[in-house]
């Protein structure tokens, strides 16, 4: 038989030693993440997997939710159970991603060019430019923002005017995103320098540099594996929506 058991503080001290020492620089859920929720899980099994996306109290159906990075075969059992769902009128919409890594001695250190300046992002100064560029922004991306710049590495390249002509985020999972450069300042190889900077910091704190990158987005995945990276498998993010709560927020999924 099988049974779902709801894990204390207490159970649970193995994976916060786990996190303390492999992603040091996690920090605390806020209102991006949890409004809508934002969940994610896995299961070898479809069986298994829709047995605890209905397991009672897991999810609540009833409330918009996202589920991230999933595997191709998980993401649609929640598309299926969004839509049975106990009874409740509902939609989902996904984003399907390319996961993609690169380690230390794959990717060759692009020289910043002398006319410019790379520094990391300032969350006072360079948060409304991130979230101005970004095409999957919703509420509370200006917080969410604020604190990725805040607790992890960032690079941006400035004119002599200070202006920030390109730049890229390490993310909360410890991938890399965000990624754009002014379309003034493209055609110069400024995507390459900042993607290869932003890698070599991870480098430094022992990390890989990983990324996803939009299935259909062929300019950025060639970009990337010209670099040095390699693909590692597809991911898929579910919107699911109840139609009542529905009031034309796809929170950055397209319709």
């Known amino acids: 038989s099988i049974s779902l058991v709801k894990t204390s503080g207490q159970d649970l001290l193995k994976v916060f030693e786990w996190l303390k020492s492999h992603l040091p620089l996690s920090w605390k859920i806020i209102n991006y993440l949890t409004k809508p929720r934002c969940t994610c899980y896995f299961s070898p099994n479809p ?21 991230e990075m999933l595997s191709n075969d998980n993401a649609a059992v929640v ?4 839509k049975t769902n106990n009874g409740t009128d509902s939609f989902s919409r996904t984003i399907r ?37 970004w095409k999957y922004s919703r509420a509370h991306a ?12 960032s690079v941006g390249l400035f004119d002599q005017n200070n202006q920030c002509l390109g730049f890229e985020l390490t993310l909360q999972d410890e991938t890399t995103g965000l990624l754009y450069v002014l379309p003034e300042a493209r055609g110069r190889g400024l995507a390459k320098v900042i993607i290869s900077q932003l890698a070599h910091k991870n480098f430094a704190l022992g990390l890989p540099a990983a990324a996803l990158v939009v299935s259909g987005n ?38």
């Open 79 to 82: 598309g299926a159970v969004s």
């Open 47 to 67: 069986v298994h997997a829709e047995m605890l996306l209905t397991w009672p109290g897991f999810i609540d159906w009833s409330e918009p939710c996202i589920f």
């Open 97 to 133: 991603c390319i996961a993609i890594v690169a380690n230390p001695g794959d990717v060759e250190l692009r020289p910043v060019p002398r006319d410019l300046t790379m520094r990391d992002l300032d969350p006072l100064t360079d948060t409304d430019l991130v979230i101005s560029t």
């Open 218 to 255: 062929a300019t950025s995945l060639k970009l990337h594996l010209d670099l040095g990276f390699r693909i590692l498998c597809e991911l898929t993010y579910v919107l699911h929506i109840p139609r009542d709560k529905f009031s034309g927020e796809l929170y950055g999924f397209t319709s």
């Open 142 to 153: 200006d917080e969410f923002v604020r604190a990725l710049i805040t607790h992890f590495p």
